[in-house]
C-alpha cells in the first residue's frame, strides 16, 4: 500500500486546499499583477515565478507562457496534456520528499503568497454561458413552484439536455456586489404587470464548468469526447429574481430574471482532482437518443 501524497506546507485540517485538490485561478498580489496561481492550504503557489525557473518547458507547453496571462483562457487553450503536465509538476514540487522549494528559504518568498494578502478575480474571460436544467430534482422544485406539482416538468424535459443561454458580461467573481434588479412583475390578483425592483431575490448553488479547447463552428463534440474538453468546475451561484420569472416564464423565457448577476468561485478544481469521488450516474429512464449515450456515465459525489 502506498502512503497518501503529503506536502511539506502545512495545511489546515479543515481546509479545502490539501496537495490532492490544487485548484487554479487567478490573483492580484500587492503589485498589482494578476497572474495564475494553485492554492495549497492558506497560500498560493505562482505559477508564472515556476515558468520562469524553467519548470514548464516540456512540449505539452509549446514554448508559450501562459502562466503570466490575467486569466486561463491561454492555459484552457492548451488542452489536457498541458492541465495533466501541470498538475503532476506542481504536485512533486509541493511533495514532502521534493527539496527544491522545501529546502529553499529564498526561493519560497518568490513562489509563495498568503491567501490573506491577495485579490483573487474570475478565474477566465467567460466568452459564452449556457445555463444547463438538467437536475431532475432543481427542475421540478422550480417547476412547482411556477406552475404547480402537476405541470412541474414540460413534456420534454426528459428527453432534452434543456439549457438557457446566460450573459456572459455579468459572470462575476464571488464576493461581488450584487445589485437588485428591476423588471416585469405581476401578483396573481392583477390585471397587468408593473416595473419596480424584484421583491424575490432567490439564489440556486449549482456547479459550473470551464470549458478548454471546445470546437470549430458546425463540429459537435461527440459524447464520449466531451469529457476531454472540460478543464475544471466552480461553485456557481444563479441569482434569480423569481417574481420576475414567474411573469417571464409563460413560455419559458427567464433571460431578465437571472441575466443581472452570476457569481462563481475564483477557484477552479479540475476534474483530476475530483476522480477520486467519480461515482456512476443514476439511471436515466427514459434512456437516452443514441447522440447522448456515453459509454462512461459518471458524476461525482
Known sequence: MTSPLRSFIEVPADSHFPIQNLPFGIFEPRDGKARVGVAIGDLI?????????????????????????????????????????????????????????RDD???????????????????????????????????????????????????NWKWLPVAYHGRASSVVVSGTNVRRPSGQTKPPDAASPTFGPTKSLDYELEMAFLIGPGNSLGEPVPIDRAVDHIFGLVLMNDWSARDIQACAYQPPAPLLAKNFCTSISPWVVTLQALEPFRKPLPLQDPEPLPYLRAKSNFTFD
Open 45 to 101: 503557489v505562482d505559477l508564472s515565478v515556476l515558468d520562469e525557473l524553467g519548470h514548464f518547458r516540456s512540449s505539452e507547453f509549446r514554448g508559450r507562457n501562459v502562466f503570466s496571462e490575467d486569466s486561463l483562457n491561454a492555459f484552457l487553450a492548451l488542452g489536457r496534456p498541458a492541465w495533466r503536465k501541470t498538475r503532476e509538476i506542481v504536485q512533486h514540487l509541493l511533495s514532502a520528499e521534493t527539496p527544491t522549494l
Open 105 to 155: 528559504g529564498r526561493l519560497r518568498e518568490k513562489v509563495f503568497h498568503a491567501q490573506k494578502d491577495v485579490v483573487m478575480k474570475l478565474p477566465a474571460r467567460i466568452g459564452n454561458y449556457t445555463d444547463f436544467y438538467s437536475s431532475y430534482h432543481h427542475a421540478h422544485n422550480v417547476g412547482t413552484m411556477l406552475r404547480g406539482p402537476e405541470n412541474a416538468l414540460m413534456p
